[in-house]
């Protein structure tokens, strides 16, 4: 058994890859959510997650190539990107300033961010949890990066159970496969597969209120719509959720 360090300079090397980085740029940033009906679906969403939510701060953890960062960025908010990255990061920053967004983006563990307490009104991450050692640590020390009343919104996958979307879902990164210790590490994650009822578990016990999932039919819609063109795009074919709670008042 490997030890957190030991197990997250695993994971940045791989995410270091330039052939993953662009795998990620090709299927999020030119791919679902380059596709219009799609970004406006998840657009939509990811407003009712902070409506009637006074955020001018935003903060998204383990940002990659700057998917969601960007929608933050989209939406007026002053963002800030993390991730321990630097090829992710460089692919965030061509990204925003082809959309010609202002982003702030910064190398860091997102187990460590390296802010203070209550700088932001909202704190997001996606499709990270289950790449974490200590995933509750985590939500922990975002959670007190939210001002009283901050909104945390967390973004994932509820996996499929049908063998043959699991089969379509699967799109490796072009010239990357992943080694016998890269898979081995992800096995030893705590969070390796978990659904949205988990997270509202995890939000709760670090004392975050008003929890709720924001309704996906429209994303779902567009990602059926999506793969429907010729040839199919084959978006993931999970169930995506977005869950958003506040911090509770001082």
């Known amino acids: ?96 300033t082809r959309r010609g967004l202002s982003i702030e983006l910064i190398e860091a563990d997102a187990e460590y961010p390296p802010f203070e307490p209550e700088s932001f009104d909202l704190v997001s991450s996606r499709a990270l949890l289950f790449t974490l050692p200590h995933p509750g640590y985590a939500i922990a020390r975002w959670t007190k990066l939210l001002r009283p009343g901050g909104i945390l919104v967390l973004i994932g996958e509820n996996s499929p159970t049908d063998p043959e979307r699991i089969k379509r879902g699967f799109r490796p990164a072009p010239n990357w496969t992943p080694d016998d210790e890269y898979r081995s590490a992800l096995h030893q994650m705590p969070l390796r597969e978990h659904t949205d009822s988990f997270v509202r578990v995890l939000m709760e016990a670090v004392g975050i209120e008003e929890i709720r ?33 506040r911090r509770a008042e001082d």
Not at 11 to 34: K, L, P, Y
Not at 220 to 239: C, F, M, N, S
């Open 1 to 96: 058994m490997k030890n957190a360090d030991e197990l997250k300079q695993i994971f940045r090397e791989g995410w270091r890859n330039a052939d993953v980085v662009a795998h990620r740029v090709e299927r999020f940033i030119d791919g679902e959510f380059g596709f219009e009906p799609s970004r406006r679906a998840w657009l939509e969403a990811l407003s009712q997650a902070t409506h009637k939510c006074d955020i001018r701060r935003a903060l998204d953890m383990g940002t990659g190539p700057g998917t969601i960062a960007q929608i933050w960025a989209e939406l007026g908010y002053e963002t800030t990107g993390v991730d321990f990255s630097s090829t992710m990061l460089s692919a965030a920053q061509q990204a925003a």
């Open 213 to 245: 999932n924001i309704p996906m039919q429209s994303v779902i819609a567009a990602r059926v719509e999506h793969d429907a063109l010729d040839p199919p795009y084959g978006v993931l074919q999970g169930t995506p959720y977005i869950v958003a709670g």
